[in-house]
């Protein structure tokens, strides 16, 4: 994982696209914005994970968002599961939906410049998102 930040922020912000960098090392500039027109659609939290996992999909990977819970990484650590690198999504102290890079449930990267990360107190809202290998057309 190499710390790449996102250089749009605000309701148009490119911090899925900073965090998917990161994890592939990659150029800012290979990662498209996803969010970007997601709005226009009747559902853009579909329309976004669509478009993130179309991208994804070349590089035989797939994005799984579920609800975060605590017990995940203990769950994984006892299947000898480690050193696994995910996101997490959720609020900000800023009043914005976030994604950050995390490591084994602890956050490791915050691409937003003023690095305040999710908002702790309102854990209970954040989701946790892997990317897990892909074989096959997701279509299917």
Not at 16 to 34: G, Q, R, W
Not at 51 to 69: D, M, Q, S, Y
Not at 73 to 78: M, S, V
Not at 94 to 114: E, Y
Request: with cysteine.
């Amino acid at each position: 994982m190499i710390p790449i930040d996102q250089t749009i922020v605000g309701e148009n912000g490119n911090c899925m696209s900073a965090c998917l960098a990161s994890i592939l090392e990659c150029d800012l500039s290979e990662v498209p914005n996803f969010i970007v027109g997601c709005n226009e659609h009747e559902n853009p939290y579909i329309e976004f994970n669509r478009r993130v996992n179309e991208f994804l999909r070349p590089l035989g990977l797939a994005h799984i968002e579920i609800k975060a819970t605590d017990n995940w990484f203990d769950y994984l650590k006892n299947e000898g599961v480690k050193d696994l690198y995910h996101l997490y999504y959720g609020p900000t102290i800023r009043g914005t939906f976030h994604a950050v890079v995390a490591k084994d449930g602890v956050i490791v990267h915050d691409p937003h410049p003023d690095k305040t990360s999710l908002d702790t107190d309102k854990r209970d809202e954040w989701s946790i998102a892997f990317l897990v290998a892909h074989f096959g057309d997701c279509n299917e």
